[in-house]
């Protein structure tokens, strides 16, 4: 077994202007603004999610520079020029930044006929698959690849054809009305898939789908090393309160076992190496030691017919910087923290329970291996890792190892705030889908489990919601 060694109702606030800082570095913050410990960086302008943590040793900072670069680099296909070699031959995107912009967030479509790139679609058919997890659709695998590249046939004769993509499909917005308390009402959309060419077969009545969205990848590190003890102590506090939240168990394939699922929407990756490993894979098509096998179901003859741009694609020094530069990404401070409406919107924050799954502090482990900076942190995150019932209205009704058809992982919420300066969008695409334009529109989407948080913040006068939402742009 292959072992690796991990080396809103309200206008957008001003929290990234200058004088929010006294001038310095971490040691000029106060401690409530410390969101992330020594991973804890005072930045606010568009680069706020790619930084590196103060203090960081020379050599681990060449190395975190080094996986900078990959996660920057252009993948193209063998043999041509401008990139790595190893691009598809089914993919949705050549570079990783393209769906994580600066270490960001992506954003769904919003015309009619564009190709979806940051918003990939899962499939699977009724069944497990390997260790419990989704079934692979027989033809299309467990994602749709909406891109194809020219090709090769097996005699290494170059074809004017091109590799057909798997599948066009799109997006089209269905929107409804939902009203406050007090007459103020909002619009909220959901996402209704329309489907162009397959190209190998029908997709079928039977096949569930699930749409996931590039989440931002700032402080993964330091979520990866919470105990398992502490997020099963929170779950056995939630119970008492009358939630659900439970933990994921998943296959870890480094390892070659079932461990804790911290990463993705519901929480279906163990580690960040895994995690990037399964992106490659999936998202660009690029084999690894981990994930050596192209992505070509068996009915995709021309797509299994190319060759490889090396063996593995992602070669493993380069695969590991890349998972040193996720671990380590530093998360900009909390703001506004003396601000008279942060400590009431805290208090809300509380008051209406959404402090219960989206747990303000964990506590990572004393010891870690891979760098010390990571150990013995207060991990302002805002999630507790594990996934909860959020009702019918975000259902994808794909189950996902133990995470359910109605289950998802509470989306951590520091860095909220920034969402539109490191865009450079003026809205948000919140929630599993990006469906969510504002935090507001997130919130009244929540139901299942979050129905009483998400009743009790409809139910506030505008003044305390507007409380509730300068908190969250704080976090």
């Known amino acids: 077994m292959y072992r690796m060694l991990v080396i809103s109702t309200m206008a957008a606030l001003p929290l990234a202007a200058a004088g929010v800082f006294a001038a310095g570095g971490l040691d000029g913050l106060l401690e409530e603004e410390r969101s992330a410990g ?3 960086v005072a930045r606010f302008d ?21 996986g900078r670069h990959h996660f920057n680099q252009r993948w193209v296909q063998f043999p041509s020029i401008g990139g790595d070699w190893g691009l598809g031959p089914t993919f949705i995107t050549d570079k990783c930044v393209a769906c994580h912009e600066r270490a960001g967030r992506g954003f769904p479509p919003e015309a009619a006929d564009e190709d979806p790139l940051a918003l990939l679609m899962r499939v699977s058919v009724p069944g497990e698959g390997p260790y419990g997890s989704p079934k692979p659709h027989p033809h299309y695998g467990d994602q749709i690849q909406n891109q194809g590249m020219m090709g090769q046939d097996r005699d290494d004769t170059f074809l004017g054809d091109r590799v057909p993509p798997e599948a066009k499909w799109f997006v089209d917005w269905e929107a409804s009305i939902v009203a406050y308390a007090d007459g103020e009402t909002v619009e909220l959309r959901r996402p209704r898939i329309r489907w162009g ?31 398992e003890e502490a997020l099963l102590s929170i779950a056995a506090a939630q119970k008492a309160l009358g939630y659900n939240g439970r933990l ?3 296959r870890d394939d480094i390892n070659g076992s079932t461990a804790p699922g911290r990463f993705g929407w519901k929480a279906n990756e163990p580690s960040v190496a895994q995690q990037i490993a399964a992106a490659f894979a999936g998202d660009l098509g690029v084999t690894s030691d981990l994930y050596p096998q192209m992505n070509c179901p068996p009915v995709q003859v021309d797509c299994a017919g190319q060759p490889p741009g090396n063996q593995p694609e992602l070669i493993e020094s380069d695969w590991k910087e890349l998972t040193f530069w996720e ?19 805290a208090a809300l924050f509380r008051e209406i329970e959404c ?4 747990v303000p502090e964990l506590r990572t482990a004393d010891k870690v291996a891979h760098s010390r900076l990571l150990a013995g942190q207060i991990v302002r995150a805002y999630t507790d890792l594990l996934v909860h019932d959020m009702g019918e209205g975000l259902a994808d009704g794909r189950p996902d190892y133990l995470a359910g058809p109605r289950d998802w992982r ?6 909220l705030g920034l969402t539109r300066v490191v865009s450079g969008r003026p809205h948000m695409a919140l929630l599993h889908d990006g469906r969510a334009r504002t935090m507001a529109e997130a919130i009244l989407w929540h139901g299942g489990e979050a129905e009483r948080s998400k009743e009790r913040f409809r139910m506030l006068p505008r003044e305390r919601r507007e409380d509730l939402l300068f908190y969250l742009e704080s976090i």
């Open 38 to 40: 020594l991973l804890t």
């Open 248 to 250: 994921n168990r998943v």
């Open 410 to 415: 509470p989306h951590p919420l520091w860095g």
């Open 46 to 66: 568009e680069h706020a999610f790619d930084q590196a943590p103060e203090g960081m040793p020379y050599r681990e900072l060449q190395t975190f520079l080094r």
């Open 355 to 358: 402090a219960v799954c989206h």
């Open 197 to 227: 060419p397959t190209w190998f077969g029908p997709i079928g009545e039977q096949t569930m789908t699930s749409l996931r969205l590039a989440q931002p990848i700032q402080g993964l590190g330091l979520l990866e090393v919470v105990p």
């Open 327 to 345: 671990q380590l990404l530093a998360v900009p401070a909390r703001r506004n923290v003396k601000d008279p409406r942060f400590a009431r919107g």
